[in-house]
Every structure is written in structure tokens, then in C-alpha cells.
């Protein structure tokens, strides 16, 4: 026993003795400036669980990537990007956000049920720009998507068209179809984070960047508005087909007219919507609020007046369709809605902070002094006195004086100065705080680092990369020719393929196709008025294509018969093959400027290493490799 007690005694005093010597220990230095082997462990742990790989090669990776990326952030400092005015102006705004998660303090129940009403009924309309990162991501991955968060924020402000810029930055796959634009929604319908952001922002400003478990954004008000509840409706969804630009609306068209014989809504999208998840269940959707779909889906849904009414035929990004609706759902009273708010804030992730709450909760943990004498002259108007340098208020070390009160007074109105010193003092509590932070919590010093080192490397990566392989076209150009193998298009094939309800009728398609028959000849064979049996599309494709059933090898002639999803059976007619050829410039300029950027960071990277001395301290390295990559 008096061993055993021995041996974890000295376990732990070893696991502290090597914390301690970590945080003064050199891993390695640049230019005979010192980088610690503690600022590594802390990023390296971190991501422990996405760099580890087999054999030590994710620890080793990681190693260069951090060595690489303070070379970077040597040269940055080097010339001075710290000092220019816009990135200490940025930085100070960056900060403020940055701050606010650790404001935080439990608040009343009933503030945040009051703030989550006062959203419901009101719906914002908001486009946003996404970059997306991992809740986890690395710091390299860090810097990398708020170096370009704050790029595309930079081209929002001068671009007119923030639609244009959501297209050409964003992230978010819905941009395609929807340019940015969210459309309208309300409280709850978003991440806290998100929600606070379009609510704090004025119609037609842009935000500050703001991070998601999504990772980061910017977002513009278009518009805000009273809310129009819930709705529900079924729908009948026939999905364009590339290349014809008249088959789905012809299709759409004729089940309308069924509608209008039959009546039977949920029988026919049974049978011929292309939504298969909903068309099993009659086409009915869930209840929805707006913003939960797309337009102009959104605006015809809510434009339904009576329970029952049938829209007509409309289009959207992803085909045509036909809405029901089915049931509405106005916004209720408080009163009514009260329990129910409570219980989604309990559950949620939303902000408990209150500025006087916090206040007093700090003031608990700091020497405060006031001068009361002084804070008379405020009640009594003695203007001489308000002005003075006497001490008003001390906070630790830091003091605050009449005139700093005078000055505050100044710009708020309709309020007695005994409410005014009130928020006063505890604005001063929380900027004390806040002026702490760094030094008081090494979470956020560490994450306010990070944003530091990010920013300040964003002017020097957009010169060496970004701009570079924007405007250098002679650089692009060059380097498209000199690894043209790269870029070619897979074996494709210009075909038709036949989409049909039953293997009956599949059966009569595949022998019409093998006998040549045009497409218009088997439509008018087969369909039967406003009954479709087969619909076809046209176009050329790549093997591999999503559009084509898994594995279909093209090869000239007609196919066997696919049968994929429950009534839907599919023939595929292959007119012409196209071999393995190589891309045009201009038909993968998008891939070759991703590559080109990638080829000039290797090469910047590379000048580095020559311009720097780097000295890494290999016993401490191979130390920390045994001590950590296994963990």
C-alpha cells in the first residue's frame, strides 16, 4: 500500500513538474525568437481527436502546420501590419463581440419569455453569407475561415449587389437556389447566435461577423414585419428535367387538370410527386413558419385564404409545383404561449445576461469606492464640481472622475441622475471586467489571440494569395497549361432517360426505345390524357452522374430496366458517347484558381523557410510526440 500510494504521488508531481517546465520550455524559434512548447500543447490537444493518425503522421503534420503558420505571423509583424489604424479599429470591434458570450449571468425567466414573445410576432428578413467551421476546428482552420469572413464582408460593404458577393463567398448550399436570402423568420427559428444578430441589425445594414456551431457569418436585414403564424399544406412536386425546359411544366400542368376532374389531392401525390417523402403521406408537410421554404413556395403557401384552396401551378429553384392548404396557425397571446416560450428557453442555448445583474455579481470580487460628496454635486447642478478632476469612483486600480460622469451624463436624456450614476457604475464594472479578461480567464485569452494573430495575417494572405490569384491571369493561365491533366472530364454520354410508373408500362417503353422510336411518339403512345405514365429527359451526362442509377456504365444503345424507388422505373437510351477529355480553361477556372492558391502558399510558405531561421529543439519535440500523439 505504501508503494502503491508512492507511485501515484509521483505520477503526479511528474505530470506537474512537466506542465510547469512546458509553460518556460522552448519547442522551437524562428529568428532566435522563442515559440513555447505550452502554446503548442494547448492548439495540439485542442484537435488531438482530428490530427492523430496512424504512425504519429497527424502529430508530425500538425507540428509543420504550426511552424509554418508563426512564420507567417512572424512576417505579418514584421511589417507592421499591427500598427496600421483599420486592423487596430477592427480589432477593437472584433473584441467587443468576442467578449459577449463571457457577459453571460443567469437573468429572470420572464425578460428572456418577454424577448422570445416580442420575436415571435415579429419576422425578420435577412440574406447571409456563411463560412463554414467545424465547433471544433483547428486554429489554422480557424483563421482560415475568418480571414474569409471578413474578406467577403469587406466586398458586401463595397458591392451594391450582396447577393452577388453571398454567391461568389457563401457556403451555404442553399445560395444557389437562393442568393443569401433566408426569407422571413422569427424567434427560435435560428441559432441564438444567428436570431440575436438579425434582431441587433438595422434593415439594409450589414453585420459584424458572428460564429456559429456552423461557423462564421455576416448577414443583411432586408426587411422586417408582423408575423403570419403557422400554415400547412400538402404539395405536388414535379423536378425539372435539364435540357427540357417544358417537360415538367407540361407535366405539372396535366396533373392540375386532374386536380381540377378528380378532386383527390392526396391520391395524386401518391402517384406522381417527385418529394417521395412526402408524397407517401399524401404530400402533407409540417406546419411551417416563414422562411422555412423557399420562394416563391413561401409567399404562394401564405397566400392560400381558405382551408382547402388549391394553388396553381408555379415554379421554383427545384421545379413545379402545387400547394393545399390544409390549416393555419395565427400567433396566440402571451398569456397563452407563456409556458410553452418557457419551456423552449429552458431547453435552448439562449443568452441569461442581464447588464445590472452582471454588474452585481462582479462587484463581488473588486475593491469599489465612491465618493458620495462628489455625486451630490450632480444632484445639486454644481457644474464646477461636475467637471472636476476629483475621484468619483474607483474600481481596483482604476479610477473614474467627475467629469467622466459629466461626459457620460451628456448623452443620456430623461433620466434623474440617481438612475444615471446607477448604469454608470455598472457600466464601469462590467468595462473593468471586460479590460480583464486577458488576464482572468485563459480561455478567452487564448481565443482573443487567436483572432488577433487571424486578423492581422488577413492583408498579407490576401496580397500572396488571395488577390494574387484573382488578377494574375498570366500566373493562372500558366499554371492551367502546366497541369492540364489534371482537369478532364470523365467518360459522358448524350442520352434520354425515360422515367415510368409501372414495370408494365416500363416494359412497352424499353421496346419502343429499342425500336427507335422518337420520345413524342412514346408519349402520345403511352400517356392517356392527363394520366402520365412516362416522362422523359434529355441531355449529356457524366458516369457517376447522381441523375443516373448507381454504377450504369455508359455505352451506346438502350439499358435494362432500373428499378430504384417504389413505383418509379427508369430506361436510359445512350444516343452518343463522349470519351475522357480534357476541361478548357474556362470550363474549370473555378477549380484551377483553388488549386493555383493552393500552389502559392506552397510556394510562399516555401520563402519563408529560406528567409527565416527555424531551430527546433528535436528533444523536446520527440518528448511531447511521445507524451501526446498517443493520447
Given at each position: 500500500m505504501i508503494f502503491r500510494n508512492l507511485f501515484v504521488f509521483i505520477t503526479l508531481l511528474t505530470t506537474v513538474l512537466a506542465k510547469a517546465q512546458n509553460n518556460e520550455t522552448v519547442l522551437f524559434s524562428i529568428d532566435e525568437e522563442p515559440i513555447y512548447a505550452a502554446e503548442f500543447i494547448r492548439v495540439f490537444q485542442k484537435n488531438k481527436d482530428i490530427v492523430v493518425e496512424e504512425d504519429h503522421k497527424g502529430f508530425d503534420s500538425y507540428f509543420d502546420l504550426f511552424v509554418d503558420f508563426r512564420l507567417k505571423l512572424k512576417q505579418a509583424y514584421e511589417l507592421k501590419l499591427d500598427t496600421i489604424l483599420s486592423y487596430q479599429n477592427e480589432l477593437k470591434k472584433y473584441r467587443e463581440q468576442l467578449i459577449e458570450p463571457y457577459l453571460k449571468n443567469e437573468e429572470s425567466s420572464e425578460f428572456l419569455i418577454k424577448e422570445a414573445y416580442d420575436r415571435t410576432v415579429q419576422e425578420v428578413n435577412a440574406s447571409h453569407i456563411l463560412i463554414r467551421l467545424n465547433p471544433d476546428a483547428k486554429p489554422s482552420d480557424t483563421l482560415i475561415a475568418y480571414n474569409k469572413i471578413i474578406e467577403a464582408r469587406n466586398a458586401a460593404l463595397r458591392d451594391n449587389s450582396f447577393e452577388n458577393v453571398a454567391i461568389k463567398y457563401s457556403e451555404d448550399?442553399?445560395?444557389?437556389?437562393?442568393?443569401?436570402?433566408?426569407?422571413?423568420?422569427?424567434?427560435?427559428?435560428?441559432?441564438?447566435?444567428?436570431?440575436?444578430?438579425?434582431?441587433?441589425?438595422?434593415?439594409?445594414?450589414?453585420?459584424?461577423?458572428?460564429?456559429?456551431?456552423?461557423?462564421?457569418?455576416?448577414?443583411?436585414?432586408?426587411?422586417?414585419?408582423?408575423?403570419?403564424?403557422?400554415?400547412?399544406?400538402?404539395?405536388?412536386?414535379?423536378?425539372?428535367?435539364?435540357?427540357?425546359?417544358?417537360?415538367?411544366?407540361?407535366?405539372?400542368?396535366?396533373?392540375?387538370?386532374?386536380?381540377?376532374?378528380?378532386?383527390?389531392?392526396?391520391?395524386?401525390?401518391?402517384?406522381?410527386?417527385?418529394?417521395?417523402?412526402?408524397?407517401?403521406?399524401?404530400?402533407?408537410?409540417?406546419?411551417?413558419?416563414?422562411?422555412?421554404?423557399?420562394?416563391?413556395?413561401?409567399?404562394?403557401?401564405?397566400?392560400?385564404?381558405?382551408?382547402?384552396?388549391?394553388?396553381?401551378?408555379?415554379?421554383?429553384?427545384?421545379?413545379?409545383?402545387?400547394?393545399?392548404?390544409?390549416?393555419?396557425?395565427?400567433?396566440?397571446?402571451?398569456?397563452?404561449?407563456?409556458?410553452?416560450?418557457?419551456?423552449?428557453?429552458?431547453?435552448?442555448?439562449?443568452?441569461?445576461?442581464?447588464?445590472?445583474?452582471?454588474?452585481?455579481?462582479?462587484?463581488?470580487?473588486?475593491?469599489?469606492?465612491?465618493?458620495?460628496?462628489?455625486?451630490?454635486?450632480?444632484?445639486?447642478?454644481?457644474?464646477?464640481?461636475?467637471?472636476?478632476?476629483?475621484?468619483?469612483?474607483?474600481?481596483?486600480?482604476?479610477?473614474?472622475?467627475?467629469?467622466?460622469?459629466?461626459?457620460?451624463?451628456?448623452?443620456?436624456?430623461?433620466?434623474?441622475?440617481?438612475?444615471?450614476?446607477?448604469?454608470?457604475?455598472?457600466?464601469?464594472?462590467?468595462?473593468?471586467?471586460?479590460?480583464?479578461?486577458?488576464?482572468?480567464?485563459?480561455?478567452?485569452?487564448?481565443?482573443?489571440?487567436?483572432?488577433?494573430?487571424?486578423?492581422?495575417?488577413?492583408?498579407?494572405?490576401?496580397?500572396?494569395?488571395?488577390?494574387?490569384?484573382?488578377?494574375?491571369?498570366?500566373?493562372?493561365?500558366?499554371?492551367?497549361?502546366?497541369?492540364?491533366?489534371?482537369?478532364?472530364?470523365?467518360?459522358?454520354?448524350?442520352?434520354?432517360?425515360?422515367?415510368?410508373?409501372?414495370?408494365?408500362?416500363?416494359?412497352?417503353?424499353?421496346?419502343?426505345?429499342?425500336?427507335?422510336?422518337?420520345?413524342?411518339?412514346?408519349?402520345?403512345?403511352?400517356?392517356?390524357?392527363?394520366?402520365?405514365?412516362?416522362?422523359?429527359?434529355?441531355?449529356?451526362?457524366?458516369?457517376?452522374?447522381?441523375?443516373?442509377p448507381e454504377n450504369f456504365i455508359i455505352q451506346k444503345g438502350v439499358s435494362e430496366i432500373y428499378n430504384e424507388k417504389d413505383h418509379e422505373f427508369t430506361i436510359i437510351r445512350v444516343d452518343q458517347t463522349v470519351p475522357v477529355s480534357p476541361k478548357k480553361f474556362n470550363e474549370t477556372r473555378g477549380e484551377v484558381i483553388n488549386d493555383y492558391q493552393i500552389y502559392l502558399e506552397k510556394l510562399w510558405v516555401s520563402n519563408l523557410h529560406e528567409d527565416y531561421k527555424v531551430k527546433i529543439n528535436k528533444r523536446v519535440l520527440k518528448r511531447l510526440k511521445s507524451q501526446y500523439a498517443d493520447l
Open positions: 448550399p442553399s445560395v444557389e437556389s437562393n442568393g443569401g436570402n433566408l426569407g422571413y423568420f422569427s424567434a427560435f427559428s435560428m441559432v441564438y447566435a444567428f436570431e440575436n444578430a438579425a434582431y441587433h441589425t438595422h434593415v439594409n445594414q450589414i453585420s459584424l461577423p458572428f460564429r456559429t456551431r456552423f461557423g462564421y457569418h455576416i448577414l443583411k436585414v432586408n426587411d422586417i414585419r408582423n408575423s403570419r403564424g403557422e400554415i400547412q399544406v400538402a404539395h405536388i412536386m414535379i423536378k425539372d428535367i435539364p435540357g427540357d425546359s417544358t417537360f415538367a411544366q407540361n407535366n405539372i400542368n396535366d396533373i392540375y387538370n386532374k386536380l381540377n376532374q378528380s378532386g383527390d389531392f392526396a391520391k395524386i401525390a401518391q402517384e406522381h410527386s417527385d418529394d417521395t417523402s412526402s408524397a407517401k403521406k399524401g404530400g402533407v408537410l409540417p406546419k411551417f413558419s416563414s422562411g422555412k421554404m423557399i420562394e416563391p413556395f413561401d409567399s404562394i403557401a401564405f397566400s392560400l385564404k381558405n382551408i382547402g384552396d388549391v394553388s396553381k401551378p408555379f415554379h421554383s429553384n427545384y421545379g413545379w409545383h402545387i400547394l393545399k392548404l390544409l390549416d393555419k396557425y395565427p400567433i396566440q397571446s402571451f398569456e397563452i404561449l407563456h409556458d410553452q416560450l418557457k419551456s423552449k428557453i429552458n431547453k435552448g442555448g439562449r443568452s441569461n445576461y442581464v447588464q445590472n445583474s452582471l454588474a452585481i455579481k462582479l462587484e463581488k470580487d473588486y475593491e469599489i469606492s465612491e465618493n458620495l460628496e462628489v455625486l451630490s454635486s450632480f444632484h445639486e447642478r454644481n457644474e464646477e464640481e461636475m467637471k472636476s478632476d476629483k475621484k468619483l469612483l474607483t474600481i481596483n486600480d482604476v479610477i473614474y472622475l467627475a467629469k467622466d460622469f459629466y461626459i457620460f451624463n451628456l448623452s443620456k436624456k430623461n433620466k434623474i441622475v440617481g438612475e444615471l450614476y446607477i448604469e454608470f457604475r455598472n457600466e464601469k464594472i462590467i468595462d473593468y471586467y471586460k479590460s480583464q479578461l486577458e488576464n482572468t480567464n485563459k480561455e478567452f485569452a487564448d481565443i482573443y489571440q487567436e483572432y488577433k494573430d487571424g486578423l492581422l495575417l488577413f492583408e498579407l494572405l490576401q496580397k500572396n494569395i488571395w488577390e494574387k490569384s484573382e488578377t494574375d491571369s498570366v500566373g493562372l493561365r500558366k499554371y492551367y497549361e502546366g497541369n492540364k491533366s489534371k482537369y478532364s472530364w470523365k467518360k459522358r454520354g448524350e442520352l434520354t432517360i425515360a422515367s415510368c410508373t409501372s414495370l408494365d408500362k416500363a416494359n412497352w417503353v424499353k421496346k419502343y426505345l429499342d425500336n427507335n422510336k422518337s420520345v413524342e411518339e412514346i408519349k402520345s403512345l403511352m400517356n392517356d390524357g392527363a394520366t402520365i405514365h412516362v416522362l422523359f429527359s434529355s441531355g449529356t451526362l457524366e458516369e457517376g452522374s447522381n441523375k443516373l
